[in-house]
């Protein structure tokens, strides 16, 4: 079983659940990318199936929590995606409806559906599965998770318990990877970027492509700092047209933004980007009403992807927009 970090009172909550014997049959767990979210929904389930939890939470040991733990429980449900967005589709809330009558076998008498990264939900999915979690079948429980609660429709809102999964603290981030066996140098870098979110922490660790786009997000700081338009182009145009690479890295700029704005009131401040150098140093050149204007940039920029303007036409914009703030 996963161990997890941080989110004490969740734990607390979940488990005080499960020793009253009330469960939640319909759940949000939200939380940025990499906070844990989908490990919790993992564990609530292990909660919902352990032959023997240990004070409501899950003993780790017994064959439902093993099952579970290995995504091999008969009983627990991942819904599938479909298509090319990777949706939820009508189709798979009908098939998801018609099975959940059928009663499981298991000695606690439940079955869990666990619909992951729910973002962009088809509204017609989320009204074909309001009346399945609004009325469940007893033995039925239903696990979303989701960046923000409000990708959801508000009647599926109302009738989910919804709970927020946060980052740990950068000490819980550290501890966490190095028992998972990291080399301490490359523990200290990822923590640097990604302060207490284990999930991206461990991303930089073993995947480069991030490594690559946490340097790039540094690049294009460091050219909007020098105020170097030409290698605030050059570090745009290498994003290419990826949509989530274009989205990972913008993101990640708003973040120094937001901690250049920060930093220029309160130098200790804790950030939340990935580079506190070049926060710092640009929050020593630019006012907050420019900070503020470099984030209302960032944001129509990836308004503008989002409505499908061609990629390089809306990095272009933004890149000689952001340079005429800071000129
Ligand atoms: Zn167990």
């Not at 479909?82 to 439940?110: F, L, M, Q």
């Not at 991030?210 to 340097?215: E, K, Q």
């Not at 745009?236 to 220029?264: H, Y």
Request: aromatic letters at 8%; charged letters at 25%; one cysteine or more.
């Amino acid at each position: 079983m996963k161990k997890i970090y941080g989110n004490k009172q969740l734990l607390a909550t979940l488990a005080g659940m499960r020793e009253s014997g009330r469960t939640a049959h319909s759940l949000i767990f939200y939380g940025e990318k990499g906070s844990g979210r989908k490990t919790m929904a993992d564990y609530y389930t292990a909660q919902l199936l352990c032959e023997e939890p240990v004070n409501g939470a899950p003993c780790g040991k017994c064959a439902a929590c093993r099952n579970v733990s290995s995504l091999s429980h008969p009983d627990v449900i991942y819904v599938p995606t479909e298509g090319k967005r990777e949706g939820y589709s009508v189709g798979i809330a009908r098939s998801v409806i018609k099975d959940s009558i059928v009663k499981p076998n298991n000695h606690t008498g439940r079955k869990v559906y666990i619909f992951r990264d729910c973002s962009n939900m088809d509204p017609r999915t989320q009204n074909i599965l309001l009346k399945l979690i609004e009325e469940p079948p007893d033995h039925a429980y239903f696990i979303f998770t989701a960046e923000s609660k409000y990708e959801f429709l508000p009647t599926i809102i109302s009738r989910c318990v919804c709970f927020g999964v946060s980052p740990c603290t950068e000490e819980e981030a550290e501890q966490s990877l190095l028992e998972s066996g990291f080399d301490s140098r490359e523990v200290a870098a990822a923590v640097e970027c990604f302060h207490g979110n284990i999930g991206r922490c461990t991303d930089y660790i073993v995947d480069p492509e991030i490594r690559r786009r946490v340097d790039l997000t540094k690049r294009l700081a460091d050219s909007i700092i020098e105020k170097d338009e030409y290698g605030l182009n050059l570090a745009l145009f290498s994003l290419g047209s990826s949509r989530n690479e274009i989205r990972e890295v913008l993101s990640m700029t708003d973040k120094l933004v937001r901690d250049c704005a920060v930093l220029s009131r309160s130098a200790g401040a804790e950030i939340i980007g990935c580079y506190r150098e070049g926060a710092k140093r640009l929050s020593g050149m630019v006012t907050a009403y420019q900070a503020a204007r470099l984030h209302d940039r960032i944001d129509k920029a990836w308004g503008a992807m989002e409505a499908n303007v061609n990629p390089p036409l809306v990095l272009a914009a933004l890149s000689a927009e952001m340079i005429e703030i800071v000129r």
